[in-house]
């Protein structure tokens, strides 16, 4: 999934902790944040703190890369 804006984050924070078959109190849990900031996560918020939803994309086993332009193939696995 290219990832290009908050709504896309939210879409697939949301997508793995229903793979995962987590609540959203559950998912805060494991990442240590609080249930409103998950909520708000999942929602699309576009001032949460960056390095609190990169924390909770790593917990949830979610990476994120970074490529220039020009060097995208096109394949967005």
Same mark, same amino acid.
């Given at each position: 999934?290219?990832?290009? =804006?908050? +709504?896309?984050? =939210? +879409? =697939? @924070?949301?997508?793995?902790?229903?793979?995962? #078959?987590?609540?959203q109190?559950?998912?805060?849990?494991?990442?240590?944040v %609080? @249930?409103?900031?998950? =909520? +708000?996560?999942?929602n %699309? #918020?576009?001032?949460?703190?960056?390095? #609190?939803?990169?924390?909770?994309?790593?917990?949830? %086993?979610? /990476?994120i890369?970074? @490529? $220039?332009? +020009?060097?995208?193939? %096109? /394949? $967005?696995?």
């Amino acid at each position: 999934m290219k990832i290009n =804006s908050i +709504e896309s984050i =939210s +879409e =697939s @924070v949301k997508k793995r902790r229903a793979q995962l #078959k987590l609540t959203q109190a559950e998912t805060a849990a494991i990442c240590n944040v %609080g @249930v409103r900031f998950f =909520s +708000e996560l999942e929602n %699309g #918020k576009q001032t949460l703190e960056i390095g #609190k939803v990169l924390h909770c994309m790593e917990m949830l %086993g979610i /990476n994120i890369y970074a @490529v $220039n332009r +020009e060097d995208d193939s %096109g /394949n $967005n696995e």
